[in-house]
């Protein structure tokens, strides 16, 4: 069955704004390392940055129907996360698609599967993240569903879901831990500020993170020289 449901409630926007110049890379870790795709989806530059409630998307193969109806639902801020199924065979979003996103504001794309326009997608300063690039474009001749759970690079999301991407990839927060997450990511980059500032004291990492005596813990037989002689 393929279901166009309507958009959901938004979560509050202090709560998305309060992610926005959080590293992926912490908020992971403040979800104890869980909720990161694929290393595969990759921003067209490194610069973009993305940070919105997703508007989830699944198509048919090679056809990109189904992103052209959530394209026309989407409201400014969403984030249509799109599980193309991985295939990386056809660009299912170009330079057409991508300029009409840009104009009505929405948050960015990711998308696991292809994308086409490839030059036009980096150079803009709409955020776009995907899995794979290919000039052979999407048909428009099967069904899709908008609105359903999907799973995109491997993570499951939920329509309204955060996703939150970078540099180094994408992470989605489960939209009823959103508050909860942030508040831990907030703690994590706090933690990594005062390590940097004790290492800058002088301090080795090793001690900082309580490694001393794990390796031996976990079986690893560790020669060790007497820095002293």
Same mark, same amino acid.
């Given at each position: ?138 048909? =428009? ?37 959103? =508050?909860?997450?942030?508040? =831990? ?24 993170? =309580? ?19």
């Amino acid at each position: 069955m393929f279901i166009v449901n309507p958009c959901c409630d938004l979560m509050p926007q202090e709560i998305i704004d309060g992610y926005r110049n959080i590293p992926v890379a912490n908020i992971g870790d403040a979800r104890g390392r869980f909720g990161c795709m694929s290393w595969m989806i990759k921003p067209m530059n490194h610069d973009m940055r993305i940070c919105g409630p997703a508007l989830t998307v699944q198509t048919y193969r090679a056809d990109n129907l189904a992103i052209h109806v959530a394209l026309n639902m989407a409201r400014p801020g969403d984030v249509l996360v799109i599980d193309a199924g991985g295939i990386c065979d056809t660009g299912l979003w170009g330079g057409l698609m991508n300029q009409m996103a840009r104009q009505k504001k929405l948050g960015g794309i990711i998308l696991d599967g292809g994308v086409r326009d490839c030059q036009e997608l980096a150079a803009s300063d709409f955020p776009v993240f995907a899995r794979a690039i290919s000039p052979q474009g999407g048909f =428009k001749a099967s069904p899709g569903s908008v609105n359903i759970p999907i799973s995109c690079g491997g993570v499951p999301v939920l329509p309204g879901d955060l996703v939150v991407g970078d540099a180094d990839g994408v992470v989605v927060v489960p939209s009823a831990q959103a =508050k909860e997450i942030l508040e =831990k990511s907030l703690g994590v980059v706090q933690k990594e500020k005062e390590l940097r500032e004790r290492m800058g004291r002088g301090e080795q990492l090793y001690s900082l993170l =309580k490694l001393d005596g794990a390796p031996e813990t976990l079986g690893m037989i560790v020669n060790r020289v007497d820095t002293m002689k």
